[in-house]
């Protein structure tokens, strides 16, 4: 039978390969990535791309959420302050109508009225970080002013009824603002500066029309509710978004975990599979060094 | 009669034919490690024997010549499997520079230059700005993330064309050196009828040796023809030598790369699924390559597309309404998109976070540009699931070339060593025939000595005198 002569050529190819193996696994353990090439791992790779988006999109939401709790949480405060405002003028109006006040007094509810106006209408013009946040999508201009040159004043709302809402990673919306149309100069009685306005023109005379101012300040208490009413849509928006994004977080969390695993180096069996070729390798260096000795050839049993 | 004569001169003969069987032996040893050297052994032929008187009489053995021990049948397999081999090794080192260019991305935030992640932050960039359509750092960070996707995207696609360029004069280098193999084999061939049949084996070692240079470089077929000749064609069928004529492969440019003509047909197709490493190179160069670049454009193509669709159907925070203008160049045919694919918005004010019926404060756009990143708008795919699927797709390929190559390998150190039984220089062989031959020349010499002292003792017979 006739053999190949040239097997230490063979050999040697496998000693290439064992040392390309050690090379590769080294390589894994010192990086710490087990796919390192799209070869490595077609299947991996791809979905590694999907779970890299998934992650990135929570991490955005969850940044994003922080800013806009932020701005909900001055509206809501905001508004929490117009409640106060407000349901002091009620009890100022309330005990302007009971009859018992002179004139000056009157008067001197009017004036305090007015203040509160004043300081409603700064608070419906609040703006976070440059932005009016009442003025629907006209942020960049005060949604309210007020006109004195007619009694009752009129307050103007010169923003528009435009709502923002903020995508979760889910698709679900989460509104962003209420607009000022719709919390302060609501339609019929639910109009706070309409209804303001009108109890500040019924008390400036220092007479009261008491039907009247009794009517005006049940637009007041009306339109007070409607305020609360809305508040709530703010309140339910903060509730929301603080659940979407610890749920974003957790999912993050989850997928990071996922992910690491399909793209990092199981250190255990690398190392295993590391030590079984270096064991190979010594194998191999044994064989071509015995086989490679001089001693085999037949020509080293000639005499010499 | 036989005579202590003739006996004589058949020992000078057996003489004179162990030492050429010992220079074949020789030539051998020195030739061990010589690349298409093929093992030879020594021919002997019985000579036609004498009758005389009825009588027959043996006349020794010449040693006819030296043959080359080589089995042309497993030789062509093995030149075969080795145009299979160095094809797929081309294409692999090839697609492992193709995917070199789209290293996965290990984490979130480390690797750079990744699509993948470039995608999705450019469309997480409109997410983030619907938290606050109107701020102009959220703006700043939608353009630095479109430059960054935009900026990878052509930068891979102008890797990938230099990428061509460089297989494409390799392509041509090949070329060169098939039809410098080409033309060696004619003059073989040439060499060899003319000093006859398989009288002098270095030319037919010389001629195979340059045949299975030509298997790693392109695919072939041989066949054998009267007279020792042999003709090559390419896979395909052109003719590459013809007896003593060769016919020279030409290049000439064509759609940008080189093409390959036998004459005046072009045969870069048939070359390129042929086999050897022009049909590695042509393979990669006209398909692998071109199929990830199209893949690319495609990606670029709808991506720009519809960004500046939307962008310019909304309202930008200077109140223009349906006329914000573009965020990416605007491609005008698929073909070329990745590569010419940049940011030509400049200004973040121009990107149109506000719908087109709404206040410059309003995020309606800014949602819908960032819902691109969920829908099917490319080929049916959303972006992600797109550039997912492209991976996957690419890595799939290399991967399987990869095992193929290594079958492929494996199939050819396999007949290699078949063949390498049967033609290389075994020395255990040699010093083996070494001592035969050398014992057979001592035997004969030792013949002859005894032949020359019977020789001796018959001139002397009757005398007494003794002949030295």
């Known amino acids: 039978m006739r053999v190949d002569p040239n097997y230490n050529s063979v050999l040697a190819a496998s000693l290439n390969s064992v040392q390309d193996t050690e090379e590769q696994l080294t390589s894994e353990l010192s990086s710490g990535v087990s796919v390192s090439s799209l070869s490595d791992n077609p299947a991996a790779v791809g979905e590694n791309v999907i779970l890299l988006n998934t992650i990135q999109q929570d991490d955005t939401f969850t940044q994003s959420s922080s800013l806009v709790t932020g701005q ?129 023109a019924d008390y400036s005379s220092g007479t009261v029309d008491t039907t009247q101012a009794v009517t005006d300040t049940e637009a007041l208490g009306t339109a007070l509710n409607y305020v609360s009413q809305q508040r709530v849509v703010i309140d339910d928006s903060i509730n929301q978004i603080t659940s979407a994004s610890d749920s974003a977080t957790s999912n993050e969390t989850q997928l990071t975990a996922t992910q690491t695993n399909l793209m990092q180096a199981d250190v255990a069996t690398i190392s295993t599979r590391l030590s079984l070729a270096e064991t190979q390798q010594s194998a191999l260096e044994s064989v071509i060094a015995q086989l490679g000795s001089a001693s085999n050839s037949l020509f080293s049993k000639l005499p010499s | 009669m036989g005579t202590i004569n003739s006996a004589l001169s058949l020992m000078t003969q057996a003489l004179d034919s162990d030492q050429a069987a010992l220079n074949v032996t020789s030539n051998n040893v020195a030739n061990a490690s010589t690349t298409g050297y093929t093992e030879e052994t020594p021919t002997w032929q019985e000579n036609s024997s004498v009758v005389i008187s009825g009588i027959s009489y043996g006349q020794g053995a010449t040693m006819t010549g030296a043959t080359s021990q080589r089995d042309t049948v497993l030789q062509e397999r093995l030149n075969q499997q080795q145009q299979l081999a160095s094809a797929s090794s081309t294409r692999l080192t090839a697609l492992d520079s193709v995917q070199a260019v789209f290293t996965p991305s290990s984490g979130t935030s480390t690797t750079t230059g990744d699509i993948g992640t470039d995608l999705t932050s450019f469309f997480s960039s409109f997410s983030s700005l619907e938290s606050s359509p109107t701020s102009n750092s959220l703006r700043e960070k939608v353009l630095s993330s479109a430059s960054t996707l935009a900026s990878d995207v052509s930068s891979a696609a102008s890797s990938l064309e230099s990428q061509r360029s460089a297989l494409d004069q390799e392509a041509s280098g090949v070329v060169s050196q098939v039809n410098a193999l080409t033309t060696s084999i004619a003059q073989l061939n040439q060499q060899i009828q003319a000093t006859g049949t398989s009288t002098d084996n270095s030319l037919e070692d010389q001629r195979q040796n340059d045949l299975a240079k030509l298997s790693t470089l392109v695919g072939v077929n041989q066949v054998s023809t009267g007279n020792d000749g042999m003709q090559i064609t390419t896979t395909s069928g052109q003719l590459l030598v013809s007896g003593d004529s060769s016919y020279q492969l030409t290049t000439g440019m064509s759609g940008g790369v080189t093409h390959i003509y036998s004459g005046t047909t072009d045969i870069t197709s048939g070359l390129a699924s042929g086999g050897g490493q022009l049909g590695g190179y042509l393979t990669a160069r006209d398909t692998d390559i071109p199929n990830t670049l199209s893949s690319l454009d495609q990606l670029a193509y709808s991506v720009s597309t519809q960004v500046n669709t939307l962008n310019n159907a909304g309202t930008d925070q200077a109140g223009d309404t349906s006329n914000a203008g573009d965020i990416f160049s605007a491609p005008t045919q698929v073909s070329g998109s990745a590569l010419s694919m940049s940011v030509v918005m400049t200004d973040p004010d121009h990107i149109a976070a506000a719908s087109s019926t709404a206040g410059t404060g309003d995020n309606s756009n800014a949602i819908a540009m960032a819902a691109l990143a969920s829908q099917t708008i490319v080929s049916g795919q959303t972006p992600t699931n797109y550039y997912s699927d492209f991976v996957s797709t690419l890595g799939s390929t290399v991967s399987n070339v990869e095992t193929e190559n290594t079958a492929q390998t494996a199939s050819v150190t396999q007949l290699q060593t078949q063949v390498d039984s049967i033609s290389a220089v075994n020395l255990n062989d040699e010093a083996s025939s070494l001592t035969t031959m050398e014992r057979s020349y001592q035997a004969a010499a030792q013949v002859f000595s005894t032949l020359n002292t019977l020789m001796a003792q018959a001139i002397n017979i009757g005398t007494e005198t003794t002949v030295s």
Do not use: R, W
């Open chain 1, 72 to 200: 909900l949480q001055v509206a809501d405060s905001t508004l929490g302050s117009v409640v106060t405002q407000l349901t002091q003028a009620i009890s100022l109006a309330t005990s302007a109508n009971n009859g018992t006040m002179n004139s000056s007094d009157v008067k001197s509810i009017s004036t305090q009225l007015s203040g509160i106006l004043d300081e409603v209408q700064s608070l419906a013009n609040t703006s976070y970080q440059g932005q009016y946040i009442f003025a629907g999508a006209q942020s960049s201009t005060a949604p309210f002013s007020t006109s004195s040159s007619t009694s009752p004043a009129v307050t103007t709302y010169n923003g528009d009824s435009n709502i923002n809402y903020l995508v979760t990673p889910g698709g679900d919306k989460i509104q962003l603002n209420v607009p000022g149309s719709s919390l302060f100069t609501g339609s019929g009685t639910n109009n706070v500066f309409s209804a303001l306005n009108s109890l500040i």
